[in-house]
Structure formats: C-alpha cells, structure tokens
C-alpha cells in the first residue's frame, strides 16, 4: 500500500462524512482507521475503510455515494453489508440495528441481533490533522480487537491486529503486559 492510496482513502473519509453529514446519515468509522483518528495519525497502510451505518440507511446511502461514483463491490453480498468501490478505494459499511430493548446490535448476517459494546457510538469524534470523522468509541475499539480471535477462532490475531490493540491500550493509559 503507498502513501497515495492512504491519501486517496482520507479524501474518501471526508467526502463520505460530508455527504453523510449533509444527508443526515449518520456513519461511523471503524477498525483501522478508527483507530488512526483516535491516535491521530497514520499508523500504518489499511486495505480499505470501515464503517458503521444503520441498516434502514443503506440503501439511501447506497444511492447517495452512488451519484457520486462509487459502485457496488460485485464480489460481495448487499444484504450482508454495503461494500463500495471507486477505482483503488474501497469503503464498507458494516449494518447496525437496535434490538426490542433498544439496543446497538450487528444489523445482519449470522450475528444478526447480537448486542455491540454499550456506548460504542458514543465517543468523540477523531482527527488526523484537517480530517475529522465519527469513530466508534476507544472501549469498543479496544474489545473488537481483543474479541475477534475468541469470536472467530478460524481467524486467529494477526500481526497487525496485535501492535493495533497495544497502541490503543497505550492510547489510554494501558501498560503493556509483562
């Protein structure tokens, strides 16, 4: 991944939290670059952007980033998530839902209806340099990377998902482990 992509994906996170702030569509960063504007920097090269829409959102959100040149990703499924493309950028928006009790819980697919961390969209708002964007919250951050080898044991922690997890525990005043 070059410093060119990285800043091709931060022009995307701008533009689709202009669009979505516009539109009232509220988005949430996750995974990578949440935790990048949480720090505050580019830690490292990321594949694509992550994000968090409501699932009664999609298809307007679909349409909005659509009239601006993003395209469906062909290869993956709509009903389980909104996966975009624009020439090298890729964007998806994983769906959220709130269950009878009113709470935050994953929007589709096998986890369908499965409580997220309390508070998750509730943090505050992240920056690198002139680039703000809604992240999910440090708390959240932080399980996600810790949970996601015990949730999906075929998919064990990788390298990178173990230096994330230390610089967000670090971030918060976490010392490391002995």
Do not use: N
């Amino acid at each position: 991944m070059s410093h060119e992509l990285s800043e091709r994906q931060l022009t995307a996170i701008r533009e689709v939290r202009e669009l979505t702030g516009t539109a009232g569509i509220p988005v949430w960063l996750r995974g990578g670059w949440a935790m990048d504007f949480h720090l505050g920097e580019v830690t490292r090269p990321h594949v694509d952007v992550d994000w968090y829409c409501w699932r009664s959102d999609a298809v307007r959100l679909a349409a909005l980033l659509d009239g601006h040149g993003w395209r469906p990703d062909p290869r993956l499924p709509v009903e389980r998530q909104l996966d975009l493309l624009r020439d090298d950028v890729e964007l998806s928006f994983a769906y959220l839902d709130r269950d009878a009790r009113g709470r935050v819980v994953v929007g589709s697919g096998p986890w369908a209806g499965t409580p997220l961390p309390e508070g998750m969209l509730d943090g505050p708002p992240g920056r690198i340099g002139p680039h703000r964007a809604p992240v999910i919250s440090l708390a959240a951050q932080i399980e996600f990377k810790e949970m996601y080898p015990v949730w999906m044991p075929e998919r064990p922690r990788r390298a990178k998902d173990a230096t994330d997890l230390a610089r967000l525990r670090a971030s918060r005043g976490d010392h490391p482990t002995r």
